[in-house]
C-alpha cells in the first residue's frame, strides 16, 4: 500500500495511536518496535480494542484485512505525517535548544492561542515517533502549529524537518546538553543549527535571541530574521528583569505598549523565553492586551519549574531536565532569592559522556560558593565526588529521608534530569 492510499484511510479514521492500551475505536494502530518492545506483537490485541486498521512491518499470523504490512512502521508514520503536513498552507513554527524549549513553546501556543486555532506538542513528545503524532493530530481547522523538537544527535533536527517542512523556526540556546550525541558544545550548535540550514534553504523565516553571538553567527544568510533580546544588541523586542525575587517580573522596553508582565514563572532565566513569545505573537499580529494577559495567565506544569506549597513549605521542582547550563542558572536563581532556611536536592545529569565526571565535580564547586541549610546529591554520578553533603544512590532513598526530616518553614529546589524522576521525592 503507498502512502496515498493509507493517507486516504487516515482520513477516514484519523487518530492514531502506538501504544495498545491507549487504542479506542476506530484507531489506527502503529506497530512501533524498539530495543525492548515489539508493537508487531500486539496487532490482533489492538484489532479486539477496536482498531480499524494496524500497521504492521512483519509476518504476523493473523488473516485480517484490516492489517497493513509496510517495510517499516516508523518511516511510514513519519511520511503519513508529511503527506498530513503537506495539506495544510499555514505557519508551522519549529522550536528546538537545550534549555527552555517547551517553556518557549507553551509561552508561544498561549499567546497565539488568544487570535488563532493553534496546534502544538503535547507535553515533550518531541522525538522521532512524538513529532510525527503531533502533526497527525492537527485538524483542517488549523491556523498555526507550533512543533517543539527534542535531539540528542546530529542529523535528528534534519529528519524532522523533512516531514515538518517547517515556515518558521526558534532555537532558544545551545548548552551543555546531551554531549555524549552530540560529541561537545559545537556539536550541540551544529546539530540545534540544522533547523537553521533547513530555513535558509527554504525561505523560511527565525525569531533570533539577539544577545547570543552564537546564534547570529549561525543564522547567518538566512533572510527573514526577527529578534528579541534584553538591549545588548538593537532587537525588534526588548525586554528586562524588573523583578525575580518571587515570580518573574518582565518590563518592556521596545517593540510593543506593554509597560511591564507578572508572570507566574520562577527565575530571570525565563526572560529569553517571555520575549521569545512577545516576539512572535507580536509577527502575528496578536494584541498587546492579548499577549500581556497569555503571558500573565500561563502556569508551568510538568514538574518544570512549578513552586509548589506544601504546609510551611515552599518548593521549587524542576524535575523536567537538568544539563550543566540549566542546572546553573536554577541554583543561582535559587541562591538569590530572598530568604533562609534554603535546602538543594539535586539529581545526577544525563547523556554527558567523557564529560560526566567533570561537569559534576564542577555542579558541587558551584554549590560551595553559596550557604545552604542542607544539600543533598542523588544518584551515582555523585558517589565519588558529593564530598561532606547529604548522598543517596537513588531517589528512592532520598524520599525517604526527606520523610523522615519532616521539614517546616523551608524553601527547596529539587532538580534532576527526566530519567532520575527527582519528583518522586514528593510522593
Known sequence: ?????????????????????????????????????????????????????????????????????????????????????????????????????????????????????????????????????????IKKDAEIAVIEMGANHQQEIASYCVYTLPSHGLITNCGKAHLEGFGGIEGVRKGKGELYQYLKGHHGSIFLFNDLDYLKEMSRGIDNIITYGTGIDAADIEGVVLDDKEYLKVKINRGASIDSIHTQLIGGYNLPNVLAAICVGKNFQVSDENIKNALESYTASNSRSQLLQSGSNAIILDAYNANPSSMKVAIENFANMPGFNKILMLGGMMELGEESKEEHVNLVKLIKQYNWEKVVLVGNQYQEIHEDYIYFPTVIEAREWFREMNFEKKQLLIKGSRSIQMEKILE
Open 1 to 137: 500500500m503507498d502512502i496515498n492510499e493509507l493517507y486516504q484511510i487516515y482520513l477516514e479514521h484519523p487518530s492514531v495511536q502506538t501504544d495498545t492500551r491507549k487504542v479506542q475505536q476506530g484507531d489506527i494502530y502503529f506497530a512501533l518496535k524498539g530495543p525492548n518492545f515489539n508493537g508487531n506483537l500486539f496487532a490482533d490485541q489492538a484489532l479486539q480494542k477496536g482498531a480499524s486498521f494496524c500497521v504492521v512491518d512483519e509476518e504476523i499470523s493473523i488473516a485480517d484485512k484490516r492489517v497493513i504490512r509496510v517495510g517499516d512502521v516508523l518511516t511510514t508514520l513519519q511520511m503519513l505525517a508529511k503527506k498530513h503536513r503537506e495539506q495544510f498552507d499555514i505557519p508551522f513554527i519549529a522550536i528546538t535548544g537545550s534549555n527552555g524549549k517547551t517553556t518557549t513553546k507553551e509561552l508561544i501556543h498561549a499567546v497565539l492561542s488568544t487570535k488563532y486555532k493553534t496546534y502544538t506538542t503535547e507535553g515533550n513528545l518531541n522525538n522521532h515517533i512524538g513529532v510525527p503524532l503531533t502533526i497527525l493530530k
